[in-house]
């Protein structure tokens, strides 16, 4: 099922619904395999916060193809384990700390873009390099190797890859990982890697290469939401001017904002699992080995959750969206991905007041064959 409006799921969704919270389908991108769809939000928390559902994909049954093993495709007690190492880097003081560094890569950035042309794509100028910047400070890495981060997870990401094409890609990371977590065994200084080596490592709780396996999960996660969310939120607010306009004149709307811009646009469009025993969601038994896709663009329109669910309303209400996830795999770093996009979003709107697209919206390339939805290019101009 393809989007036919950009802004919006695939219209099916909404007869899914209809159907019942729980829908037998045919994936015919899994090669016709059998799955469960799972469309509305309180069926899709139940799932999402039941360990009798499986993130492993080498399981039989599991609906989508295999992908290299990482932190989100484990289950308790692993999962809980190595999330528990780093979980704390992401919550409360922690992410608050973060404000003036991202503050001041985003200033650099809008800075250099200001400095050009009153004309920019604001893909490889701001959203691609920001979240990059932000990771690499984390990890204690050399901002100076941003750009090879971000072109390795963008090959390791890109639909059109082959899987040689993505093995080469997880491995080139894996390398560099390997190598930033043996420089801080030898030199550990004030980061994530060194406090995951210094407190789990060195005490034998865990290896180096599930250290630089958690990264590289990190700077993955951390890159291909926060990118794509950049340049579709900032497109999106430029197709409301007269909530723009509020947005500019009242600050305090940068979180509802974003809030509201992760349920509306939900870049990840869903979510699989299998079960590993019977389980009854939503009035339906869900067999052991039977595949569930969970549609989180179809529970963040849940007409009984969400009043008006198709309309983008930046002083909405009502909260719980599935966008960054829920349960177990809730995104470890959801909290600073929303510190992100409240920064960028707000600073740039503040420091171009004329703002708008270069190009007609049917010009926009969105990325519709992709894990993760968004746009290729966001041309824009202003008035110098």
Sequence with gaps: MQ????????????????????????????????????????????????????????????????THSTLI?????????????????????????????????????????????????????LAMPLPSLVICHLLGVSYADHVFLQERTADALRATSTPEEIDEAVADLGRYMDRVVQSKLDAPGDDIISRLVTDH???????????????????????????NMIGLGILTLLQHPEQLQELRADERLIGPAVNELLRHLTITPSLARVATEDVEVGGTLIRAGEGVMILLSSANRDEREFLAPDTFDIHRTERGNLALG????LCLGAALARLELQIVISRTLRRFPSLRLAVDLDSIPFRH????????????VWDE
């Design 326 to 329: 829920w349960g177990p795999h």
């Design 3 to 66: 989007r036919q409006d950009p802004f919006h799921p695939p219209a099916e969704y909404e007869a899914l619904r209809a159907q019942g919270p729980v829908v037998p389908a045919t994936l015919s991108f899994a090669g016709g395999r059998p799955a469960w769809l799972v469309t509305r939000i309180k069926e899709a928390k139940e799932v999402l916060a039941d360990t009798r559902f499986s993130s492993d994909s080498r399981l039989p049954g599991f609906p989508v193809r295999r």
């Design 73 to 125: 495709r484990m289950d308790p007690p692993d999962h809980t384990r190595y999330r528990n190492m780093i979980n704390h880097e992401f919550v409360g003081r922690r992410v608050a700390d973060l404000r003036p560094v991202i503050e001041g890569l985003t200033d650099r950035l809008l800075d250099d873009i200001a400095g050009g042309p009153a004309r920019s794509d604001l893909l490889p100028t």
């Design 369 to 380: 064959k992709v894990n993760i939805y968004g746009v290729h290019e966001l041309p824009v």
């Design 201 to 227: 490592v060195k005490t034998g709780e865990c290896a180096p290469e599930v250290a630089a396996d958690l990264a590289r999960l990190l700077l993955v996660a951390g890159h291909v939401t926060t990118v």
